[in-house]
């Protein structure tokens, strides 16, 4: 005897079978465009009506596979080659997918599936194995905005129900990370990957297994490397923050390894590159921070140099983070005099005067932090500086008189007769070997090695240096 709730739940399965048995994908109907227009509306309206059906855990072994194959028909699918092969997703409008309107009612279909709480993973995993996952990772690479979006969702939702598919899911993102960074430097769902990976790592069980800190080290941070980083600097910062969050220890690595790909060309990623650190820096421990501030800091005092102002200033408002300031204060007696020389070198020279006005901050907070170090490294700054003077200026003279020197062996050269010509090139030959010399900071040679050339040009033992003639051995 037949029951009116069976009779009702068997009406409604096959209404759902007949909603779900949607015609394939619209790019694949090759008809008369009024009539596939027609069509297309039609299904549509279809669509939208089944989207509104919710799941009933009695039928739901014969709505999966129906949903598979009205997922795998309508929204896999070859995407289309890149047109213009200089598109800057920073500058361009991206290409939107002109089926958006239909594939939007499938991801939504499909999504309140996953959503549905009668969902029972240990049938899904049945229909949405590995090779469907895959498929849906080739998707992320579509230029539209608004399909990455979706298929972010759809996958983390996946991740989160069918445990087993996790380690493959990673595994995937890796690769596709991997051949990213060293092959094409092409991929448009870096970003939306990297913010599945975001809640992903938040979730790590401690401590971290060896496989997630090779995988920051060998993958994340390996992302900082190319052009496009601009792109998704966002979501790869907030990912290397949980990591640290996660496990302090891991800090070294990550500095050491941003401090490898500092950019040297680039202002903007350079800007970039130092909005994370700062990111760091406000969660970093104490003692990892004794660990990694020279080697930082020393990136910082060439930052802060930068004749680019927004690096420059960037740098330099990180004096403004009152914990950061406070890790300086604590550390000031080795932060000071790596950063005093170049500080006081902008205050004097840079040409953007709001730096300089930045610069006098930080030098302000120096004096407050260790009046008694300021004053050593200023009273010691001042006396190299004086001695570089008086070496330069010896230098300027030392080149005036070979100047002369040379003036008079061309003087010279211009009256003897042909018998001196070897002598002259001789003494030639000597100068340049005492203008090298010179140029290099050396010292000429010594007294006997000058008198064996003297005999051409005389002036030539007058130059000298500490009070040792230029010279040079006679060939034999």
Not at 31 to 38: A, I, Y
Not at 150 to 179: C, D, E, M, P, W
Not at 399 to 412: D, F, I, P, Y
């Amino acid at each position: 005897m037949t029951t009116p709730s069976s009779n009702a739940s068997s009406s409604n399965a096959s209404t759902t079978n007949n909603k779900l048995s949607a015609p394939s994908s619209p790019t694949s109907d090759k008809v008369d465009p009024f009539v596939r227009r027609g069509s297309l509306k039609r299904k549509q309206k279809k669509l939208q009506g089944s989207s509104r059906y919710k799941m009933n855990g009695e039928n739901e072994l014969e709505q999966l596979p129906l949903l598979k194959g009205v997922v795998a028909s309508n929204i896999f699918r070859t995407l289309p080659p890149k047109d213009n092969p200089d598109f800057d997703p920073e500058e361009d409008e991206p290409l939107l997918e002109a089926a958006w309107p239909h594939l939007q009612l499938i991801y939504e279909f499909f999504l309140r599936f996953l959503e549905s709480p009668d969902f029972q993973p240990a049938v899904g995993k049945r229909y949405i194995d590995q090779r469907f996952v895959l498929k849906l990772l080739d998707l992320f690479d579509s230029e539209d905005p608004r399909e990455r979006d979706s298929l972010k969702t759809v996958l983390h939702r996946i991740y989160g129900k069918i445990l087993g598919l996790r380690a493959f899911i990673r595994r995937q993102i890796n690769h596709i990370f991997l051949r990213f960074i060293y092959e094409t430097e092409q991929f448009n769902g870096v970003g939306e990957l990297l913010e599945i990976l975001g809640s992903i790592i938040n979730g790590f069980a401690l401590p971290l297994k060896a496989e997630h800190k090779v995988f920051l080290e060998k993958v994340l941070l390996p992302l900082h490397k190319p052009k496009c980083f601009n792109l998704y600097h966002a979501q790869l910062a907030y990912c290397i923050v949980q990591f640290i969050e996660k496990d302090p220890s891991l800090t070294e690595k990550v500095i050491t390894a941003l401090i490898k790909y500092w950019p040297k060309t680039c202002s903007q990623k350079e800007v970039m590159f130092l909005n994370e650190i700062e990111e760091i820096l406000d969660i970093i421990e104490p003692d990892q921070f004794k660990i990694v501030m020279q080697p930082l800091f020393r990136q910082f005092a060439k930052c802060v140099s930068s004749s680019h102002f927004q690096v420059a200033d960037r740098a330099l408002y990180l004096w403004n983070n009152e914990y950061i300031l406070s890790l300086i204060e604590d550390n000031s007696e080795v932060i000071m005099p790596i950063m005093y020389q170049p500080l006081y070198l902008i205050a004097k020279e840079h040409w953007n005067a709001a730096t300089v006005s930045l610069v006098y901050r930080v030098l302000k907070s120096f004096v407050e932090m260790n009046p008694a170090l300021f004053e050593e490294l200023t009273s010691s700054f001042k006396a190299e500086r004086q001695k570089e003077k008086k070496k330069e200026k010896e230098r300027d003279e030392l080149w005036k008189q070979l100047e002369a020197l040379c003036s008079r062996q061309r003087h010279v050269d211009g009256k003897r007769p042909s018998a001196c010509d070897g002598a002259s090139s001789e003494t030639g030959a000597n100068v340049n070997a005492a203008a090298a010399r010179l140029e290099k900071g050396n010292g000429p040679q010594s007294q006997a090695e000058t008198a064996e050339c003297s005999n051409p040009i005389p002036e030539l033992n007058m130059l000298t240096v500490d009070s040792s003639p230029i010279s040079k051995k006679k060939k034999p």
